[in-house]
T-cell receptor, first 109, second 117 residues
């Protein structure tokens, strides 16, 4: 599974959009981009995933560049409860998730 | 539909004792994964199981650790002769099979916090 690179930490004002970038330049054609988050030592929570098209659900949007070498997770209106560690994971059909260090997002009032 | 359930939520053991951690996957899910999170560290994959089969145990320590997912009942992660370094949060996740293909959308339980004295 391809390696990902994320910023260590980011801040976002409450009510504003949070844009979390991820680089995955070695991604291969059949690998998906998954995003999970972990809120203060709770179990990780699935957010969204995509292959090449942009995706949106009730939690977030995922924008994947045309060359698929990077992506951005967008939380459209961040709240204090969105403060968490966000993990970008590139995954084939191996079943196991390889978590990096992720991005610690701090949403501030 | 109940989520992934893990018990106990907190477990305290003395060095040399055994720890048994249980995970009940979501209804209809036949794939179970165990992850470990050491204090102040990231999540590490341990093992992936389907009913009665270990699919990938590449993240399991070679000794003292074992996992099973029997035909009936929960998945069990067993740690024999625990040591202080085993103190960690252990998370279980489950996923369904969709259209005959593994779905990588994993649903996590709340975790078991193991403390070894």
């Amino acid at each position: 599974d391809a390696k990902t690179t994320q910023p260590t930490s980011m801040d976002c004002a409450e009510g504003r959009a949070a844009n979390l970038p991820c680089n995955h330049s070695t991604i291969s054609g059949n690998e998906y981009v998954y995003w999970y988050r972990q809120i203060h030592s709770q179990g990780p929570q699935y957010i969204i995933h995509g292959l090449k098209n942009n995706e949106t659900n009730e939690m977030a949007s995922l924008i994947i560049t045309e060359d698929r070498k990077s992506s951005t997770l967008i939380l459209p209106h961040a709240t204090l409860r969105d403060t968490a560690v966000y993990y970008c994971i590139v995954l084939g059909n191996t079943g196991k998730l390889i978590f990096g260090q992720g991005t610690t997002l701090q949403v501030k009032p | 539909n109940a989520g992934v359930m893990q018990n106990p939520r907190h477990l305290v053991r003395r060095r040399g004792q055994e720890a048994r951690l249980r995970c009940s996957p979501m209804k209809g899910h036949s794939h179970v994964y165990w992850y470990r999170q050491l204090p102040e560290e990231g999540l590490k994959f341990m093992v992936y199981l389907q009913k009665e089969n270990i699919i990938d145990e590449s993240g399991m320590p070679k000794e003292r650790f074992s996992a099973e997912f029997p035909k009936e009942g929960p998945s069990i992660l067993r740690i024999q002769q625990v040591v202080r370094g085993d103190s960690a949060a252990y998370f279980c996740a489950s996923s369904p099979t969709l259209s005959g293909r593994l779905s990588n959308e994993q649903f996590f339980g709340p975790g078991t916090r193991l403390t070894v004295l």
